[in-house]
């Protein structure tokens, strides 16, 4: 058995591909369009990893993504430096709702609401400010 690749259904097709490829960094590898299913899926990857992909799929005619039409937990990517992806990320206009206190994780949301959880790839980095004291926003 492979891992393909997991699905998540997006509203705005522009500005999740905005959040997950010029914030998060992942890259579209391949893209189909369904006139006749009035559909879009778009999958990407992080670099370097072509083999673990997220579908977005866009239904052109509107989703239903109210909080209770699916269940779904979140996506995990680990990250070469925590602290300057979550800033990268803040600087982008993401807002960090679990600050990587420790070191080690963090998580933030994309435009529809999928929690996203960032890893620290190897050890834990020391603590530091301003990730040190910031509490949570929202929900993650």
Not at 24 to 38: H, I, P, Q, S, V
Not at 84 to 111: H, K, W, Y
Not at 115 to 130: F, H, N
Request: glycine residues 8%; aromatic residues 10%; proline residues 4%.
């Amino acid at each position: 058995m492979k891992y393909r690749h997991t699905m998540v259904r997006v509203s705005d097709i522009d500005q999740s591909l905005d959040f997950y490829c010029n914030k998060l960094g992942l890259t579209e590898t391949r893209r189909r369009e369904n006139e006749k299913g009035r559909f879009t899926l778009v999958f990407l990857a992080a670099p370097g990893d072509s083999d673990a992909q997220i579908e977005l799929t866009y239904n052109w005619d509107g989703d239903n993504l109210a909080d209770s039409s699916r269940n779904f937990g979140h996506i995990a990517y680990a990250v070469d430096n925590i602290y300057e992806t979550c800033q990268g990320l803040m600087d982008g206009g993401v807002t960090i709702n679990r600050p990587p206190r420790e070191g080690n994780m963090a998580f933030v949301r994309s435009p529809d609401g999928i929690s996203i959880e960032l890893l620290q790839s190897g050890k834990r980095l020391p603590e530091q400010e301003p990730w040190k004291s910031m509490e949570n926003t929202g929900e993650w």
